[in-house]
């Protein structure tokens, strides 16, 4: 037995040798009839060829003065739970080692294990270790998704990219047709620790008002993946709207009409709004109808009924806000005079005025042989208790030659409507 000095120094110095994972793991529970028998020990451990779902678990023991049996145990957790098939080493004191081949393991997933060495003298355990099964390599994976924004020279192209665990280089091709990717953007990074990202391209120097298409490729260590193409529209390029209102005024309750025409590139069937902000302009404006150019750029909307002076803007719905100036169509009343009650040198004359607005004056006018407007009369408005109007009564001359009365009605009212005219009444002396 004088054997056994020398064979604890080369388990001692082969376990500290070994360090981490090949600690020595002292025999345990050997059995006190044994203890005149060394046990063995596991040195060290590893897994080897790994792949997808199998790995090859490799092991370094000293059997000591017994036949020994080693195993590997292995599971899920430090549990375990499934073991090798144990393989019998004869006693000595050189190491063995030990190897056994293990499957099923699933891809990506980690598993624990450990050598186990058997034998009269004992029972000795290698210390918890882990592996990893590998991803398969693969090509990157691209995912379409739309160009945004795009405006009518330039746009920014994205897609959506998965490196499939290694470093992947993206660039995009693009031009008028499927045929036609000739031009490149310059390349962007997606690094392998990324599981997933968008990225997003500029490009320039497009043609307003047409038709491109693009493509994204993504290329790793392991092989390219080119994208599906997709279509890149280019809005149409408005560089001017002219907007002008059909009449400058209109009468209270009536309608106007806002015409023009846009200039540019495209600019037949771009979608225009009319944009309204109503006296006494304290709020913004509002959008209250939308139409489409016709050939050449021409427009008109039809706007009304108005009761007051407002304000108009055209503004095209393109990539960039390009706008009209205002255009201001202005408030006047309605006014209407007639002539009753005719006597041989006089006439009544009564009317009315909508809306009623308090504080408005009345004038009562006649035109003189130079052609002035000469006052007659400052009549007093009267409201109208049945309807949002003014009433009047007025007594007019009646000369031999045809005179011309109208009423003059100024609101005074901030704009809200401006000084308005009556129709103008001819009368005619009597005999």
Do not use: C
């Not at 023009?260 to 404006?285: E, H, N, T, W, Y």
């Amino acid at each position: 037995m004088g054997i056994r000095p020398s064979l604890l120094s080369l388990v001692a110095s082969a376990g500290l040798a070994a360090g981490g994972g090949g600690a020595l793991v002292a025999a345990v529970g050997a059995p006190a009839a044994l203890a005149a028998s060394a046990a063995p020990s596991a040195v060290g451990q590893s897994a080897e060829g790994l792949t997808g779902d199998r790995a090859t678990l490799v092991g370094t023991f000293l059997p000591g003065d017994e036949a020994v049996v080693s195993s590997f145990e292995y599971g899920r957790t430090s549990d375990y739970g499934i073991g090798t098939v144990g393989v019998t080493a004869p006693a000595g004191t050189a190491p063995v080692q030990a190897r056994a081949e293990i499957a099923g393991l699933g891809v990506g997933e980690t598993w624990h294990y450990r050598l186990v060495v058997r034998s009269r003298a004992g029972v000795a355990y290698g210390p918890d270790a882990t592996l990893t099964t590998p991803v398969a390599a693969t090509a990157p994976l691209v995912v379409p998704l739309i160009a945004s924004p795009v405006g009518v020279d330039g746009a920014t192209l994205r897609a959506g990219v998965d490196p499939a665990g290694q470093d992947t280089t993206v660039v995009f091709e693009y031009g008028l047709t499927p045929e036609d990717l000739v031009r490149r953007t310059a390349p962007v990074i997606v690094g392998g620790d990324r599981s997933f990202e968008v990225v997003g391209a500029p490009i320039g120097g497009l043609i307003p008002f047409t038709t491109y298409v693009f493509r994204a490729l993504a290329t790793n260590a392991t092989g390219t993946t080119v994208g599906p193409t997709l279509p890149l529209v280019t809005p149409a390029s408005v560089t001017k709207i002219v907007a002008t209102a059909a009449g400058r005024t209109a009468t209270w309750g009536r309608s106007s009409q806002i015409v023009g025409r846009i200039d540019g590139v495209g600019i037949k069937g771009v979608r225009l709004a009319l944009m309204r902000q109503d006296f006494p302009f304290s709020k913004g404006p509002s959008e209250v109808a939308t139409t489409s150019t016709a050939a050449g750029g021409a427009y008109g909307f039809t706007v009304g009924p108005l009761t007051a002076t407002t304000k108009f803007w055209v503004q095209a719905r393109v990539a960039s806000l390009v706008s009209s100036a205002p255009v201001v169509v202005y408030g006047k009343l309605r006014v209407a005079l007639k002539a009753t009650k005719p006597a041989r040198t006089k006439v009544t004359l009564t009317g009315t005025v909508a809306p009623h607005v308090a504080g408005a004056r009345a004038t009562l006018q006649r035109r003189a042989g130079s052609g002035r407007w000469i006052t007659v009369s400052r009549p007093t408005l009267t409201r109208d208790g049945q309807a949002n109007r003014s009433t009047f009564t007025a007594t007019g001359r009646r000369y031999r030659s045809t005179m011309k009365y109208r009423l003059l009605v100024d609101p005074r009212n901030g704009g809200a409507q401006y000084a308005t005219a009556s129709n103008v009444l001819g009368v005619t002396r009597a005999g």
